[in-house]
């Protein structure tokens, strides 16, 4: 049950730092009409559970995902970061790092 609170708090961090991440393919003012950018974000998140969570053999296939993913938003898309204070970025970076503690150790220690 630990390793399960530790994923989702490593996950919430995740989603914490990267709420402020925008993947887009053009520039509108109001709305982000065709994220033609999925390809790379789909590869990205791959790219880490992969790195993160797989053996030792797959990790290579987890680092080229990401060397990937990085081309193709450089090639294809436009990365709008909005502005983020660093109370946020420190509670997504420690959320991260618990949860990845809790998954692997199965313990809660601080």
């Known amino acids: ?6 994923l989702g708090l490593f ?7 990267g709420q ?3 993947f887009s393919s053009q520039i509108s003012l109001f709305t ?3 994220l033609a950018a999925g390809g790379s974000l789909v590869l990205l998140i791959g790219g880490i559970c992969t790195f993160l ?8 296939a987890g680092f ?15 990365v709008t ?11 997504g970076i420690a959320a ?4 990845g503690r809790m998954v692997t150790s199965g313990r809660y220690d601080i």
């Open 1 to 6: 049950m630990i390793r399960l609170a530790g």
């Open 11 to 17: 996950f919430f961090g995740f989603w914490f730092l």
């Open 20 to 22: 402020n991440i925008i």
């Open 32 to 34: 982000f009409r065709g």
């Open 53 to 60: 969570f797989g053996s030792p053999q797959s990790r290579n």
């Open 64 to 78: 080229i995902m990401l060397l990937l993913s990085v081309v193709l938003i450089f090639m294809g898309g436009i």
């Open 81 to 91: 970061i909005t502005p983020t204070s660093l109370a946020e970025v420190f509670i």
């Open 96 to 99: 991260m790092i618990f949860g």
